[in-house]
């Protein structure tokens, strides 16, 4: 009988043992995904600080004139004069691409596009997911 209560014991401390690292496994594996997940949206985030320090950079290299800085940007086909906007389209590695390949969208609106000739030029970029998602909102100003 000695012998079977100590198996018994052994099994029972075995189940212990691999409950409690299941349990701890489980933990891990939340913390690192979790991290995963915050280690994307920093990227992104800065990423889309880049994007839009260039299109600011641009705009302002330009005078305001979007149709300059679109080409600048690489966004010659999302350039829209009748609403003065440019939307320059991002993939998942932040490279510009076509809207259909997209992961990403940073739209260059100006305040005042029909009259360039303005000492001051004003425009709002917003860099976002393609889901709508918001990951940044600035305004600049050219002369």
Known sequence: MNQRS???LFLIEQLIVVAVFAICSAACVRILASAFI?????????????AAESAAESFK????????????????????DADGTVTVFYDRQWHVCG?????????????????????????????????????????????
């Open 99 to 143: 809207s259909r390949e997209a992961n990403y969208r940073l739209r260059l609106v100006s305040a005042n596009p029909e009259t360039p000739g303005l000492p001051l030029s004003l425009g709002e970029i917003t860099v976002e997911t393609i889901t709508g998602e918001s990951l940044l909102a600035i305004t600049v100003a050219a002369r």
């Open 61 to 80: 290299a330009t005078a305001g004139d979007l149709g300059r800085t679109a080409v600048m940007l690489g966004a010659a086909s999302g350039y829209s």
């Open 38 to 50: 915050t280690a994307r949206e920093s990227r992104d985030k800065s990423y889309a600080v880049l």
């Open 6 to 8: 100590r198996s018994t």
